[in-house]
């Protein structure tokens, strides 16, 4: 989570899912970096810094941000494509973020992966995958391997609701459920896969209603609401670890923008974003806060300053690193296993 | 002849197709209220109803499977796989079912089933969204494979796969949906396993299929330069291959280079060379070279992912090695 600063209000808070003032604030200044960070990217792209693919977080930041403040910090994250929230909220460097969409050699991946594929193992940020529902058998699997070895770990698998009339979507559910994997699936659905709306894809729109006919705890939240995101993370993520198998939860929630930069949305009305808009979950918190006064007019506007200095120093740290080597086009493809083209490595 | 574009001249043949028939419908991810993900279907949806052009849910196994079903109860199914890379989901599907049903129903059954898809690199898409599996799918015997390097390929060979009465994976290059080139408004056809002679020469041939086509063909401007005349060969159908047209080139030119975006190790490419070496081993002057993808999941970085494709430059290279020999 990103720093903040003191807010002076140090008791516990009411409704505010049993955290204290400052860990509202904290929250809060997650979900600001997020997107600050997101809107940054948009404008990177804008100028031709970013190239490829780029799915911004914008509108969902506080699925990401209470889900991940209730995990512990050695829990897996295993995420899709849409994964800068993720990676910001379990704390990833925003420099090296921000390197890894420029292609950068100081990118979390060195520049190999893109806005897509971000990766920081020393984070238990174990990735953003291309392929929908492909990475939902992996978090399976690490579920597994953490039950294996005895320890109360567990692994955390976002999805978005395209996934879920994958047949991998039903192979992990299953197995997960059958072996009782510590495994916690969190689908964002945000009603679209690319420009398609739920309802017209899918039989029966909810989506924790499928992970029930599998005989798994799960639920409904809302994902506009960051302490609701919170809260039903932590109740279930203790249930995970307890052993009692795996959970889904659902957070309900909208994306702002395009799914990519290239989405001309000819699929939904202006005044159904509009109206999702109003819902914008840095701005429910803040009146929130504001009006239990846990925050100040002033604090907020430091804040924002705070998350304006993060976006752009991860952009100026983003522009000034240098491109990967093209020597290094060849490596990893084998552990240790040398090239023809660059003899042994060390 | 107007100038249409590659993703104008797929959206001709299939209108043609929905237009003249009844049978034909198209389903796929996004083909109808998004407008295709490379804008191939869009405005299809309402030109032609809901019943002829269905978005489907993420769930290309299925799609692809009840494709097969539907050409086996008689209609003329097109999928639209969105690109190659999630074509994997579905090769199940393709390989145990499409490919196999007619030979294993000992004819009783037929898929005239188009299955498109985009393929290739080159847009930075990263290690899971740049595959070139054509030759997986030109591996597997009952399928046809079609690959078009220019808008009128891409009209004339859509239009025969359409009217084929077996399943045509049919691979578009994400990288040409915009290229432009001279279309004939009326339909016409193309046919399978037949190669174009995109530029005749007399010193080597250069083969090459969908991208690479283009590559081939501004490396041959280069050579002309340095006075190798260099023949340019586009494949258009991978399965069938036109191997007549290949070795009639090679045994005029007595060299030839392969260009591929795919991996070398185990790639089309290795079948060409292994073609020409039985069927023309005399008329050879020189060993039969690949210049193709190198052996790497593709990165992001967009120099990396230039050094990883194969390039200009790099055929040009080759072309000068094997025709130094013959001054030497
Ligand atoms: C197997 C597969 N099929 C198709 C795609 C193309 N695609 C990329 S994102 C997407 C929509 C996914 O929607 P959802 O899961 O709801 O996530 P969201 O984008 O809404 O976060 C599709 C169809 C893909 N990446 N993988
Ligand atoms: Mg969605």
Redesign the interface.
């Known amino acids: 989570m990103g720093q903040h600063g003191k807010t002076g209000t140090l008791t516990r808070h009411d409704g505010g899912a049993g955290m204290t003032g400052d860990e509202l604030v904290a929250l809060l200044h997650t979900m600001m970096e997020i997107r600050r960070f997101e809107e940054k990217a948009a404008e990177m792209y804008a100028r031709g810094k970013i190239?490829?693919?780029l799915h911004l977080y914008i509108g969902q930041e506080a699925v990401a941000t209470g889900a991940i403040a209730a995990l512990r910090p050695d829990d897996y994250i295993v995420s899709h494509y849409r994964e800068h929230g993720h990676a910001l909220a379990r704390g990833v460097d925003p420099k090296r973020v921000m390197a890894e969409l420029f292609?950068?050699e100081t990118g979390v991946t060195g520049?190999?992966?893109?806005s897509?594929?971000l990766f920081d193992v020393s984070k238990s940020f174990l990735g953003g995958?291309?392929?929908?529902?492909?990475h939902m058998p992996l978090a399976c699997g690490l579920g597994l391997a953490e039950q294996y070895k005895g320890s109360d770990r567990i692994a955390v698998n976002f999805l978005g609701d395209?996934?879920v009339?994958?047949?991998?979507f039903h192979e992990a559910l299953n197995l997960a459920a059958v072996w009782k994997l510590p495994v916690l699936f969190i689908c964002e659905n945000n009603f679209y896969?690319?420009?398609?709306?739920v309802q017209?894809?899918?039989a029966l729109v909810e989506v924790y209603k499928r992970a029930e006919a599998y005989g798994m705890h799960a639920e409904q939240a809302d994902g506009m609401d960051v302490l609701a995101m919170y809260e039903a993370t932590a109740r279930l993520a203790k249930r995970v670890r307890a052993g009692e198998g795996p959970a889904f939860l659902e957070a309900i929630c909208y994306r702002f923008r395009g799914h990519s930069m290239a989405d001309?949305e000819?699929?939904r009305t202006k005044g159904e974003v509009d109206r999702w808009r109003t819902l914008d979950p840095i701005a429910s918190l803040k009146r929130r806060l504001l009006a239990d006064g846990v925050l100040t007019e002033e604090r907020v506007a430091d804040m924002q300053a705070e998350v304006d200095d993060i976006a752009r120093e991860a952009a100026e740290f983003a522009e000034q690193s240098p491109?990967?080597p093209?020597e290094?086009?060849?490596r990893d493809?084998y552990v240790d296993a040398p090239s023809a083209e660059e003899g042994s490595r060390a | 002849m107007p100038e249409i574009t590659y993703r104008e001249a797929l959206r001709q043949a299939m209108r043609y197709q929905l237009r003249n028939d009844e049978r034909v419908f198209l389903m796929g991810?996004?083909i109808?209220?998004?407008?295709g993900?490379y804008a191939v279907t869009k405005g299809f949806m309402d030109e032609f109803g809901e019943r002829r052009v269905k978005?489907?849910?993420?769930?290309?196994?299925?799609v692809v499977g009840a494709g097969i079903g539907a050409a086996m109860a008689g209609l003329r199914p097109m999928v639209e796989l969105m690109t190659i890379?999630?074509s994997?989901?579905a090769i199940d599907q393709i390989v145990n079912n499409a490919s196999k049903l007619h030979y294993m129903s000992n004819g009783q059954i037929r898929v005239p089933l188009v299955i498109r898809m985009a393929g290739g690199a080159g847009?930075?898409?990263?290690?899971?969204?740049s595959h070139s599996l054509e030759g997986w799918y030109a591996h597997v015997p009952g399928l046809k494979v079609v690959v078009p390097a220019t808008p009128y390929d891409a009209k004339g060979l859509l239009t025969t796969a359409f009217e084929d009465e077996n399943p045509v994976i049919f691979i578009e290059h994400t990288a040409l949906y915009a290229s432009k080139g001279e279309v004939p408004e009326e339909i016409y056809r193309l046919p399978f396993g037949r190669a174009e002679v995109m530029r005749p020469g007399a010193d080597l041939t250069l083969i090459g299929y969908s991208g690479s086509v283009h590559q081939a063909r501004r490396a041959a401007q280069q050579l002309a330069a340095q006075d190798i005349d260099a023949e340019v060969l586009n494949l258009r159908t991978l399965r069938p291959l036109d191997v007549d047209g290949i070795i009639a080139s090679v045994r005029k030119t007595h060299r030839a280079i392969v260009i591929e975006d795919d991996w070398k190790f185990g790639g089309f490419g290795g079948e060409i060379v292994a073609l020409i070496q039985e069927l023309a081993f005399d008329d050879l002057d020189a060993p039969v070279l690949r210049c193709s993808g190198?052996?790497?999941?593709m990165?992001?970085?967009?120099?990396?992912e230039q050094?990883?494709l194969p390039q200009e430059a790099g055929i040009v290279a080759l072309a000068l090695r094997l025709c130094e020999g013959e001054a030497a």
Do not use: W
């Open positions: 190239h490829g693919f292609g950068k520049g190999r992966g893109g897509m594929h995958y291309a392929i929908v529902a492909g395209g996934a009339n994958e047949g991998e896969g690319m420009g398609t709306a017209r894809v899918s001309p000819f699929y491109p990967p093209t290094s086009l060849t493809v | 991810e996004d109808g209220a998004y407008g993900s978005d489907t849910p993420i769930a290309e196994s299925v890379n999630f994997l989901l847009s930075q898409l990263g290690a899971q969204h190198a052996d790497v999941p990165p992001y970085a967009g120099a990396l050094a990883a």
